[in-house]
């Protein structure tokens, strides 16, 4: 098993940047992919990005492409996700997902991860 706590959230204006953090812990000898998935206010979870186990692919969903970058370091097990030119509809919850995988295609629904953060706030005002 793989636990996974989020960090990195608050409020910012339009336009500044955040770093969120996933910090893994358990069974993480394993290769495993993370993803960060968020949900706003009413609507359902959506994929935002996903990172393969040895960091080498990266995918984006198109609201975040070229203003979100991911990134890990395996030697402290942690996950990043660097949002950078934030927006008022990135507001939501983010969450980090975990799923043994040892691919360079990691999926991108969220059935296709059995471990779960407990979400972080990101709310960005006008």
């Known amino acids: 098993q793989v636990q996974l706590v989020e960090s990195g959230g608050g409020l910012v204006q339009a336009g500044d940047s955040l770093r969120l953090s996933c910090a893994a812990s358990?069974?993480?000898?394993?290769?495993?992919?993370v993803a960060w998935f968020r949900q706003a206010p009413g609507k359902e979870r959506a994929y935002a990005a996903v990172?393969?186990?040895?960091?080498?692919?990266?995918y984006y969903a198109d609201s975040v492409k070229g203003r979100f970058t991911m990134s890990r370091d395996n030697a402290k097990n942690t996950v990043y996700l660097q949002m950078n030119s934030l927006k008022p509809e990135d507001t939501a919850v983010y969450y980090c997902?975990?799923?043994?995988?040892?691919?360079?295609?990691?999926?991108?629904?969220?059935?296709?991860?059995?471990?779960w953060g407990q979400g972080t706030q990101v709310t960005v005002s006008s």
């Open positions: 358990g069974r993480t000898s394993r290769r495993y992919a």
């Open positions: 990172i393969n186990w040895d960091g080498g692919a990266t």
């Open positions: 997902a975990a799923s043994y995988d040892s691919t360079r295609y990691p999926g991108r629904a969220s059935n296709d991860y059995v471990y």
